[in-house]
């Protein structure tokens, strides 16, 4: 029995000694497939493995899904089996992290929106109001009826920096535009209530906003679904003339839109989240057509799980709390096949200066979380 | 308050109603016939879960071929697996508490957490992710409000309300609402009387699941166009708390759950905490329902026979 055991304790160091790098992601919550915050981990984890492999070194990665409670168990597991680096996306996991990073001092560890202590810790958090800014200009440039919607998920101050970057965007575009910003709730099943975010689009829509920006979770696919089932309204009140009219004129239109949408109706659209959720406004299985997402507000996670991983690899990891906004690459908006009919080229011009002088600090986004 | 607004809020309480009064309803046939019925919440998911992965199977095939399609009876489909599964899942809190003669509510509450676990299985196994099923194409139709012009409800939102008059034709003037509504009551003397008391709360428990899970197709595949994880959102407790405040009785189930239908539809305007804090709108349907336990806003009164296990 004795010799077995150290057969087997000997193949499992041979095992891991075969590879040159073990990396580690723990998921918390949502599973590796949520579509938004894990996935990202996992797609900047994956390119950076495949570049390693391309590079000739051996690649392993160890996942653990689990929940809340059992995420500091699965981190410890995967430390005991000797990853370099250990990735934990979610500000749930903010605790374990701390305890976990003290007792296995040679790992390396990253949390993702939330800050742990420790020297082998590097803590990522995002300008989230910096990307909304952007999104928020192009709302407030493009709007036909000068109202613009924002649906929060939970009342926190991380979304609330997502509205207040959203609203300041909106009236540096267009500063007699009114923002009309609603919450799912104030506990955490406002992420997965898309009933109730799809009721508050909907009013205000009524209250005439033509753009609704969705930064709730999953919630948020209650205001994409709105927006993708009613597809146009006709505004109460004046409307204003802005440059989406003459794109407009050159889009193929989905069928039936034209039978739905005749006269003074004009087209409503969303402002996705995280990840990129243009495509999600592709009502026909046709990027030409119209589309109903405008853009996306991006948060690179991916970005900042790969930049990890090349970090240790290189020797390069060092703890402590990284902030990571428009000028490293950390948040930016969406353009791609599926909205760049909708964004004309000189409006595309501007929110590139714009995102240039927030870059150069000549712009200054207010962060909610430090008024 | 200019018209379009109103007319918004007035639908939107409507559609806000509907999931409520399917739960509120199905829960009246569960605790009429003396079963205490809080796996609602729980069976709504089911219902849901099952809604939106039947109907995207059976669009699935279609939609390769044209990916605009529309499957007309594919949801309709869906509406049926809600059904079906939300009968099975209501059968086994019967099984449990009637059979078995298990504590109700602990019975409920086990459902309330395998609805929390058990679509994380099934959507990992179709989907590779724990918390959303893929969109569907094919929903169940929209019908249009008295030719209103942009005013239209799904056909879901109609079968609602319709519901209230049928229910309570059939509890208060059909001769299995009288045995339903004896066994909740005095379950020894509508035994004397030579009625089944397990099989009248077998068909009550397994009704409520039947409408539980038809309040659950509403939301994921008639308001919406998908399944979400933990997707009720409470509303099979706010239906309980109607079924309390409403005293038991469709009519006053179909006020309640108005009433809760209003405060959220107005709470989407008082939004942003401009009027009321949120926290107290979403508060008020339970704290209503405290105070009409506690008799001040009238006496509620359950079922006599209600929570209590039969013995043969």
């Known amino acids: 029995m004795r010799k077995l055991l150290i057969l087997i304790a000997a193949l499992l160091i041979a095992g891991a000694t075969a590879q040159d790098y073990v990396f580690g992601i723990v998921y918390d ?41 059992t995420a500091a168990e699965g981190q410890r597991r995967i430390a005991l089996e000797g990853a370099e680096l250990l990735i934990a996306p979610g500000f749930l996991q903010a605790d374990a992290i701390t305890s976990v990073a ?21 803590s990522v958090l995002f300008k989230e109001q910096e990307g909304s800014f952007l999104v928020g200009f192009v709302a407030g ?24 970057g959203y609203q300041e965007g909106v009236k540096a575009a267009c500063a007699d535009c009114t923002i009309i910003s609603n919450y799912v709730g104030v506990t955490p099943d406002a992420w997965n209530d898309p009933a109730r975010a799809k009721e508050l689009a909907s009013t205000q829509n009524a209250q005439n906003a033509d753009i609704i920006f969705a930064a709730a979770g999953a919630s948020g696919n209650g205001v994409i679904d709105f927006v993708n089932e009613k597809q146009c309204f006709v505004p109460s009140g004046a409307t204003r003339a802005t440059p989406i009219d003459a794109q407009l004129d050159n889009i193929a239109k989905p069928a039936g839109y034209d039978a739905k949408c005749g006269g003074n109706a ?67 908006y969406a353009l791609d096949e599926y909205n760049s009919a909708l964004i004309p080229a000189d409006l595309v011009e501007k929110v590139n200066s714009v995102k240039q002088q927030i870059i150069d600090g000549e712009i200054v986004v207010t962060d909610y979380r430090q008024q | 308050m200019d018209t379009v607004i109103l007319l918004a809020l007035a639908s939107s ?21 003396g079963v205490v019925n809080i796996a609602l919440e729980g069976i709504i998911l089911f219902g849901a879960m099952a809604a939106a992965v039947t109907t995207q199977l059976v669009e699935a095939p279609y939609l390769r071929a044209d990916p605009t399609a529309r499957v007309w009876f594919a949801p309709w489909l869906g ?59 094919s929903r169940l139709p929209e019908i249009s409000f008295f030719g209103i012009p942009g005013l239209s409800f799904n056909v879901l939102v109609y079968v609602a309300f319709l519901l209230v008059p ?48 038809l309040g659950g197709a509403y939301l994921s595949i008639g308001n919406l166009n998908q399944f979400i994880s933990e997707m009720s959102g409470g509303r099979g407790f706010i239906a309980l708390a109607a079924l309390i405040f409403g005293k038991w009785h469709p009519l006053g189930v179909l006020g309640a759950t108005l009433l809760f239908g209003a405060f959220q539809a107005t709470e989407v305007l008082l939004g942003g905490g401009k009027l009321l804090p949120p926290t107290v709108v979403q508060s008020l349907p339970y704290i209503l329902t405290m105070l009409v336990l506690a008799g001040f806003v009238g006496r509620s009164v359950a079922p006599k026979g209600i929570g209590k296990a039969w013995n043969e």
Do not use: C
Request: avoid cysteine; proline fraction near 4%; hydrophobic fraction near 45%.
């Open chain 1, 29 to 69: 919550a949502g599973g590796k497939f949520d579509r938004s915050f894990n996935e990202s981990t996992w797609t900047g984890v994956q390119r950076a493995q495949q570049d390693l492999q391309a590079d000739g070194y051996e690649v392993e990665v160890i996942e653990f899904e689990g929940t809340p409670d």
């Open chain 1, 266 to 332: 004009k087209p409503i659209f969303f402002i996705g989240v995280d990840s990129n959720q243009n495509p999600l406004g592709d009502t026909d299985a046709n990027a030409a057509t119209l589309n109903f997402g405008l853009t996306s507000m991006l948060k690179r996670v991916d970005n900042a799980a790969y930049d990890s991983v090349m970090d240790v690899v290189n020797g390069e990891f060092t703890g402590g709390i990284l902030n990571l906004g428009l000028a490293e690459g950390g948040v930016d």
């Open chain 1, 141 to 164: 440039s493009l709007t036909r009826t000068g109202v613009v919607g924002f649906v929060g998920g939970m009342d926190v101050p991380l979304i609330r920096a997502f509205d207040l």
């Open chain 2, 166 to 213: 049928v229910v309570w034709f059939v509890v208060f003037r059909t001769p299995f609402g009288l045995r339903l509504r004896a066994v909740g009551e005095h379950p020894e003397a509508a035994d004397s009387l030579g009625i089944s008391v397990t099989r009248m709360r077998y068909t009550g428990v397994m009704l409520s699941g039947v409408l539980a899970g």
């Open chain 2, 79 to 137: 509406l049926l697996a809600a059904m079906v599964l939300g009968a099975l899942v209501a059968g086994v809190h019967a099984l449990v508490s009637i059979r078995y003669k298990a504590d109700q509510i602990i019975s409920g509450t086990a459902i309330n957490l395998m609805g929390l676990g058990i679509p994380a299985v099934v959507l990992a196994g179709l989907y590779h992710n724990t918390s959303i099923s893929d969109p569907i194409r």
């Open chain 2, 13 to 33: 309480m409507l559609r806000a109603t509907t999931p409520l009064l399917f739960a509120a309803l199905g829960g009246l046939f569960s605790e009429r016939s």
């Open chain 1, 102 to 122: 003290q007792e296995f001092p040679r790992t390396s560890f990253v949390i993702i929106d939330a800050v742990s202590d420790g020297d082998n810790v590097r």
